[in-house]
Structure formats: C-alpha cells, structure tokens
C-alpha cells in the first residue's frame, strides 16, 4: 500500500493513474496508488527500460540545475514537477547557492500536500498550483511571485511533462509563452520522450495511456517536433540529445544512449 494510501488523501480520484504519481513509484516513492502501480507496471512489461528512464530523467535535471547556477541563475520554476523528493530541483540548487530560490508547480492533488508538508520549513521554496496549459495564470500566481523576480533571470524547468500533452492543447504556444514573459539571460531546460529509435512502442504506449491522456493518439513526438518547443531560444552544446548525452557525468553514463528514449536540451533565452 502506498504513502499516499496509508494517509487516507481524499478529495480527488485515486482510481484513475496519475503521471506524476506513477513517477514516484518508478522512482521508489511511496506516495502513490494502486492505479498508478498498475498501469506503471503494465508499461515495463511494454518497455522494461521505462524504469531506467524515470532515473535518467532525475540524473539530467541535476546537471541542467548544476549548468544553469554555473551561468548565475539563482531561481527556478520546476514546471509540471512532480513530487519533490530527492535529489531534486531545491536540494541540487540550494547545495550549491544556500539562497537560491525554487518554486515547484503542479496540479495533481498528491504532489501540492506532500510537496507542501516536504519544504514547510525551507523559506526559499514554494509549492504552487498550476498547469502548463495555462502560462499566464502561472505566472501571474502571486505565491509565485513572493520567491521570483521575473525581471531577473530564470530557470524555467519542464523536464517530463510536456510529452503528455498533445498538439491539439498547444503546448507549443505555451512555451512560448512562458519563454517571452520571462528576463533575458533566463534558461528553458526540457526532457522528452522521442520514439525515433522505437517506432514499435507508440502503438502499445498510445494504447496504455488512452484513458489518462487526453488525445493521446496526437502526442508521440520525434526529435525534430520537440525542436519546435526552443524555438526562439539559443541552445547550448551539446543542443537537443538524447539525455545520456547531455553532458554526462562519465563516458558509462553516454553510452547506449537511445537506451533511454528521452531527449533533453537547455538553452538561452536571448
């Protein structure tokens, strides 16, 4: 049974999977449920690597987060963030700037309370609701607002959510959104799952997320769609690659590198 369950979280559906949710379990989480367990476990029998892949995704937000205070950013909005558990977007920049200043958004019930209860004590922190399909909402929050300066450079981080959401919701024009409404010298950093190395999965992966994606059908993408995501922006090296290769931490850590099917890229915002 998970946190989650333990705890008797209500108010909300806990039949239904949730991304998020099922994150955590691949990740060693406790807060999540049944459902979630279950289509997380239907995926691996589709595609064991899948577990590998929620790790990767952790691995390249830490070195994206690790870039960008080296570039002198010093606040962070973790977009779609999932829970906030270790090694992520806090504990990576405040490990290097004690200061530094991270607001995480998300709109899935579980993330906001465990979030919330996890950084209560930490003043530089802020957990906030919000969808990436709604920009200005997301920007204008005022609990948002309380920790970043929007007239000084940020890092805007949307490392596994975006490959949900398909063209019909314009998540294209999101970004942008997000992209013109921040200061110069800000960084967008995305990770995302391609299928040009495993055409085979989009059938099975479309079908296992039907009921909890809407349109899922229109959300597989390959490289060069998720290219269109920077348009605007200048990516630094090595650009948009696989994200074993995104500056990896050691020549093991590259190789194989379609082995995680996700693509990843941080780039300036001009």
Known sequence: ?????????????TSTANIARMSDYLLGGKDNFAADRELAERLLTIAPE???????????????????VDQGIKQFVNVASGLPTQRNTHEVAQSLIPDARVVYVDDDPVV????????????????????????AEMLDNPDIRRLIDFDKPVGLLIPARLQYLPDMSDPYKCVAYLRDHVARGSHLAIG??????????????????????????DAPRKREDVMRFFDGTELVDPGLVYIRQWRPDSTVAASRPDKAWIVGGVALIP
């Open 192 to 217: 995302h799952a391609v299928f040009d190395a495993r055409p085979d999965l989009v059938g099975p992966i479309v079908e296992a997320f039907r009921r909890i994606v809407p349109n899922a059908d």
């Open 1 to 13: 049974m998970g946190g989650a369950e333990r705890r008797g979280v209500a108010g909300f559906d």
């Open 50 to 68: 899948i577990r590998l892949m929620a790790t990767e995704v952790r691995d390249f937000l830490e070195r994206a987060v690790h870039y960008l």
């Open 112 to 135: 906001l309370t465990h979030g919330r209860a996890i950084l209560a004590t930490n003043p530089n922190t802020g957990v906030v609701k919000g969808n990436i399909l709604q920009p």
